[in-house]
């Protein structure tokens, strides 16, 4: 204990006299945090220590983190991550996805269909290069083609050279560009999953919050050339796992903050996008879910529908009340007001200066076309797949006709496949629900532009709001896959011959709906102009010791474990295995409370008091899913796999109040493993990180 | 067949040549329908009939409608108007409103507590002599006062002469005045009643819904002297029962409509108090919902509230939709130009003529503070149960000082009682709930007025509503009912030296509570005003021939047995009672759709096919429960108990597409005494019309 201290003090002096800071930081591993670290927690972060952790670092192309657990091969994930992959090994008669798979034997090892796994193996930086392809009086458009074009050279060029996939990631806003290289595996096989009713124990009422008790969790081998790969790194077990108060760092792929949005910009997200985003999530959450309530028919049609709109609504519920925290605003007002004085100090930062004002006018200008473009554009008024479905035969008949290049986006040539393949599906579509569902929206379209609106009066053709999409619905001819590849097929003519009364009402409301929407991305546009000259002026000024907003690359995050305080609570930064059995008693077993046969088979023969779930003050997004949790010796303690709501506010700014990352701990995987799923072969190979 | 037809045509040209008009109307039994119904359906309503009608009609104190049902003073009505008084005769161990109750022989029935019943005996227009009371000159205030006094004075004088209940009640706005005399019924005592998940089967997800299966139902007896009343009126029983298409009538109390709404009325009910009211209810209801999720404990100490935000949401979102009907707006606008064209034509109705553009006036003034008034005064902003106590005693200590006729209305002496029982409860108030509740409504607040606004700031003090939320209740000592007691007797010295922090926060925002609800309620005051010089002078001109608005007394409704389309999809009128089973099959017998084991049991015995709820056109409201449904002989063949989603526009239009009444169907409920209950005494004096 004293020795610790001591070594603790003299690194501390060894580190220099940096302030103390927070665990903020998603960073580069060509830029990590080695003085912070050093300085708040007296540890050195070495190009060994470094090198092995990046090396360990697994990313998944389907969205999501992991990591090398064994040096035969063996990759571990979140079950949530992996459940694309579990979907498309499934079949009829075996659900891996809902019921968990264990291969006893290599033989019994399932081939996963499209999945790759990227390991980052080295980093370049190539700004000057991307930079110097862009010449003094090219308009913008030109220079953003200039610069693909030499990324794309960039990319080749290393691909040939070196064997590896080549991507060249843009940081800081433009501010640089690395070239990042991967090795690829892409003959990865399915290991053991859990069933799903554990690793998403608490299902939609306890998404976001903690406690928790998931086993989120799924292994796979990755494969080449028919036999398990030779890992040149891994992480080594930790059987103990993550201690409290313990530095640990979580090494993965946050998929998308957005730190340097302006203050006049996180105002609006509060004060007016966030409000009707929300108050429409709860409409629409209650419509579904009352009649869900009605018949068991019901709730199974309405079910995908109803989670997609809790689980957003929770997201944002947790970001809205983030951004009412004054202290988080008033650092970004310091931050800002910091900035724009540098900016206005120097003339080479002209741009930067004047880009606060043309952001919050661009946003004065979004505000006022807000609310018609989620009605028209976002289809917020017209909440039916059918009318969809007429709205894109409309579209695509105007689009297709013109070159690639000057069509909407969603029509560009290369998403045409994919487009055609959901405008043909011939999944089910529901009349009552879309009636229930289309009625609802059209009311909500009479409440925002008022009753007396040319455009609702032009959609509801002076009928309720009821009777008319009941009319609107039954009168279609859209829900025969034929019929709508006859107006596909047919074009122009075909859809201005068409009586279909989707077709027309999609018809009547296009030309608004595409200037709505022309308006708001040419606002749009202004946005993501002044923040690159923002960006760039900023990554002048600041360079390195930044880390630049997330991008599904690689970075390193450090924190501690530790509780908090919510809702007048203290939250205990640790639950265990023991409790998972006592919520769902608590919950009187009822789903998504109820467990797995084999846990309630297994009870006496689990030890209860192993740790189960752990939060961590580590900054973490979406993406990170998957993630290992390390501690200094570099071992794995644990694997990030949720959030709480608290930490919804992360994508704006960095908190630590409340703010937690959500793992599970080694020890309480081993112990599963163990006790539940005999699984000792897999267990050995964790604890010794290789086969027997 | 044919011999009917005939009897209808030559009804129909007796009749005269009126015109077919829709079943509207809740009608005077002193100025019924008789050339409507003539007209419509060739049937006569005779004095003897109504007479015969109006005396089996009974009204419960507590609110609802009833009938005899047997000339030994057997009254039915709904289990849920009788809830109130079978909570009040239940105990620990006997729970007679949730388990049912059926009193085997005359001995058994339980007496309710504090349950009166009113039989209407006569009416008497004393609109001239309570009009005589106010003489040229008077002020408005005390006009008001003359006429409460003649009216106290004829009441006095009726009960004095004849022993009766006498109530003057005001019609029309103030265009009728008429004695109502009611021979009043104190000793009732309980019979049957079956058990609630029956009587409310489907709960809250078939509240307001058709198809239904309910057993709403319970039988009281009245008693004088010790013994059952011998009634010289009751309604024989029909064991046919309503068939489809079939002329039946409605006698009951409708409580409470505003058909008289003008235009700009009804237009700021439809686009923005129903949208502010609905979006805020979805709100709570989500928010009360995904804690409720979150465990048993949860659910248990919301439950309560989130039935009764359910409950309202459903109410209103079925009154919104019914305003977006263009008809329903259409008609009002003609009928509302004609009026007006007449009240201009005539100098006598120069108050009346007027009268529209105040209300519009008003009601754009109203407009401004509804927001604010919501907040502040309704307390949308402080949803915390200590948080109006705080505000309570706040007030309490300006207001008792002040002389009774000066206090805001809620702290009249007559209601002190009543205030100081709720003030000093020792409910238990919970603080996860309290901070969950606070913690959003100051989010609201801050949504609905901005960040900046002083009061949000004020409130705040800084801080986040999370955190302030938690420090607020969890600060405050209010839940200590002794803390309250010493505040209430302190009075104001007490209250201005208290630090208590929802004390602080109540003081801080009672100025401004207080404002907007003044300026609400002096436009309340011009509406109110208005609205009685339209009635008087409606009245004057169109008289009798038109039913005047709800007051809960008696009134008599027409109408048919129908099915009607919703969503698209047809309706049909009758369900049965073997429906029930395959309901709850459907839903998988999860509570609210579980069956009583007496149901499951008799099962096999219950005649599946026998009819068991149905819906007509009849034009009710609430008040109206429990209502009997008779036919052309005056026999009863069901029981109003609830009205569906589109008959909730009702309060402001009649409409018969969808609107619809529900009921029990009188052979329904005979099978179920016989075959569920075996209640054969009960099931003959239902049909023979006496006690064995």
């Known amino acids: 204990m004293s020795s610790k201290t001591f070594l603790a003090a003299s690194l501390a002096v060894f580190c220099g006299t940096v302030a103390l800071r927070s665990d903020e930081g998603m960073w580069l591993y060509n830029d990590p945090p080695r003085e912070r670290v050093c300085a708040k927690y007296g540890f050195e972060l070495t190009d060994a220590w470094l090198e092995h952790l990046q090396k360990s670092s697994v990313r998944f192309n389907s969205g999501g983190s992991g990591s090398f657990v064994s040096e035969d091969g063996l990759v571990l994930s979140n079950h949530h991550v992996g459940a694309d992959a579990l979907q498309k ?25 499209d999945l790759e796994l990227n390991v980052l193996q080295s980093i370049v930086d190539v700004t000057a290069r991307v930079n110097a392809a862009v010449t003094e009086g090219m308009s913008p458009d030109d220079a953003v083609k200039a610069r693909r074009r030499v990324m794309a050279v960039i990319e080749k060029e290393s691909l040939d050279a070196t064997g590896l ?13 690395h070239l990042y290289r991967f090795k690829k595996y892409t003959d990865v096989r399915l290991v053991f999953a859990p069933e799903q009713q554990v690793a998403f124990f608490g299902g939609d009422p306890d998404n976001f919050e903690y406690p928790r008790y998931d086993l989120d969790i799924c292994l796979f081998r990755a494969y080449e050339n028919g036999k398990p790969v030779k890992a040149p790194h891994f992480l080594k077990w930790s059987q103990k796992g993550a201690a409290e108060g313990e530095l640990t760092f979580v090494s993965g792929h946050p998929g ?43 709730a199974r049609r309405a079910k995908d529908e109803l989670f997609g709109i809790q689980n957003s609504r929770k997201a944002r519920d947790g970001g809205h009340a983030g951004l009412y925290d004054p202290a988080l605003m008033e650092s970004k007002r310091q931050q800002e007001k910091a900035l724009r004085v540098k900016f206005a100090a120097n003339p080479a930062f002209s741009a930067a200066a004047g880009a606060y004002d043309r ?70 579509i529901h009349d009552d629900l879309e009636i229930l569902n289309l009625s609802d929206s059209l009311t909500y379209l009479s409440e925002q532009l008022g009753a007396e609106n040319p455009i609702v009066q032009k959609v509801l053709a002076g009928k309720s709001p009821r009777i008319r999409a009941a009319e609107l619905i ?32 999609a018809k009547s409301v296009d030309a608004e709906a595409r200037e709505v929407r022309q308006r708001i991305e040419a606002q749009a546009e202004i946005k993501k102009q002044a923040h690159a000259a923002i960006a760039a002026a900023r990554f002048a000024l600041e360079g390195k010791g930044q880390y630049p907003d997330a991008t599904f690359t690689l970075r390193l995050s450090y924190g501690v474990v530790k509780g908090y305080t919510s809702g007048g609570k203290a939250v205990p930064a640790t639950t265990s295995l023991g409790g998972i059995f006592e919520r769902s008693a608590e919950m009187e077993g009822r789903p998504p409370f109820d467990l797995p046969e084999r846990w309630l088979k297994k009870r006496r023969s689990i030890n209860a008091a ?54 599970v701990h080694s020890a309480g995987i081993l112990e599963a493993l163990r006790s539940v799923y005999a699984a000792k072969p897999l267990v050995d190979e964790l604890v010794t990180g290789r086969r027997k």
């Open 165 to 177: 996939r080549s991507d060249v990631v843009t940081l800081y806003q433009g501010g640089a560009y």
């Open 359 to 428: 952001i919050r006018e661009a946003q004065m200008k979004i505000a006022r076309d807000e609310r018609l473009h989620r009605l028209l554009e976002l289809g917020h008024a017209f909440q039916s797949e059918l009318f969809d479905i007429a709205h894109i035969l409309v579209r695509a008949a105007d689009e297709y006709p013109k070159a690639d290049g000057e069509r909407l986006r969603e029509f560009a040539e290369a998403g045409r496949a994919s487009m055609e393949l959901g405008l043909f599906s011939d999944k089910p």
């Open 256 to 298: 998308r903050t957005e730190r340097l949005l302006t203050v006049a910009e996180l105002e609006y997200l509060r004060d007016r996008q966030y409000p009707i985003a929300l108050a429409y999530l709860k409409r629409r959450e209650v419509l579904l879910r009352s009649w869900s309530e009605r018949s068991a028919e019901n």
């Open 89 to 113: 090994v499934s079949s009829a008669q075996k659900n891996y996805l809902r019921d968990g798979f264990y291969a006893r034997s290599q033989a019994e090892e399932i081939p996963c269909v």
């Open 610 to 663: 192993v740790p189960f779930n752990f939060v961590s003050t580590h900054d973490i997004i979406g993406g990170n899913s998957g993630s290992p949790v390390v501690n200094r010796d570099g071992e794995f303690v644990g694997i990030i796999f949720d959030g709480n709501i608290e930490s919804l506010v992360l994508g704006f700014a960095y908190e630590e109040t409340q703010a937690r990352a959500l793992s």
């Open 474 to 505: 039954q009168g279609s001819r859209l829900r025969s896959v034929d019929e709508r590849r006859r107006l596909y097929q047919g074009g122009a003519a075909a859809v201005a011959a068409s009586n279909d009364p989707l077709i027309l009402v």
